[in-house]
């Protein structure tokens, strides 16, 4: 079975600080993981992917996530936060043959000028 | 062209009407999907369709009927909604059915019964 659990509902941040947004996951296979953006009223947008290749994914907009398989964790970072990451993040998992993405429940990030 | 294009992006309706929502996609993608996404929610699968058949049906009740005319379009027929079913509704797809899993979402259909 495969499941994600966000850690924090929502994370608040100051403009030029860092971002971290936690996720683990829990697979009975080997898993892709992504993230997701949802700003308001759009839809949603792949940031990033890990399918077995390098351990630490680059993504769009300067967001970054590295696979633990020890943590079994696939934390979202970013270095320096802009006003227009603020949105809703989804860490989400599939498998090889399944036929479904498993979503967390999602973290929504403020970012304070 | 990457984008998936849903309309309508606003729709209101009562609970005796006949609507639909429309998905086009011209990627050439060969499985689309309708998802459901409720306020402060992830969204949920509600169907999946591969090379034009229907492949998943996650248990929607008989008021949503979907359709998928040919392999650029996807519909979803509305029909004696209830107030329950106001929502975010998500086109998305995929070259082919969840092999990576990147999906390409619209901006989706946010409908409102009364």
């Known amino acids: 079975a495969q499941s994600v659990t966000q850690l924090d509902s929502h994370v608040s941040v100051s403009e030029g600080t860092p971002v971290l947004l936690r996720c683990n996951y829990s697979s009975s296979y080997s898993p892709s993981l992504f993230w997701y953006v949802q700003h308001p009223n759009k839809g949603l947008q792949l940031l990033l992917k890990?399918?077995?290749?390098?351990?630490l994914v680059k993504g769009i907009n300067g967001f970054e996530a590295e696979f633990k398989k020890s943590e079994t964790s696939f934390h979202l970072t970013k270095p320096s936060a802009h006003m227009s990451d603020a949105a809703e993040y989804f860490c989400?998992?599939?498998?090889?043959?399944?036929?479904?993405?498993?979503f967390g429940t999602g973290t929504r990030l403020t970012v304070i000028p | 062209d990457t984008e998936v294009t849903q309309t309508p992006k606003h729709l209101v309706m009562g609970m005796t009407n006949k609507k639909s929502l429309k998905c086009e996609q011209h990627?050439?993608?060969?499985?689309m999907y309708w998802y459901k996404q409720k306020a402060k929610k992830p969204p949920e699968l509600m169907f999946v369709y591969s090379y034009e058949k229907l492949s998943i049906n996650e248990s929607v009740p008989s008021r949503f009927s979907p359709e998928c005319p040919n392999s650029s379009l996807l519909n979803l027929h509305l029909h004696a909604l209830q107030p329950e079913d106001s929502a975010l509704y998500l086109c998305a797809s995929s070259q082919v059915a969840w092999n990576t899993g990147e999906l390409f979402f619209g901006e989706g259909s946010r409908l409102t019964v009364l």
């Open positions: 989400v998992v599939s498998a090889t043959g399944a036929n479904n993405l498993f």
């Open positions: 990627m050439g993608h060969r499985a």
């Open positions: 890990y399918t077995s290749a390098a351990t």
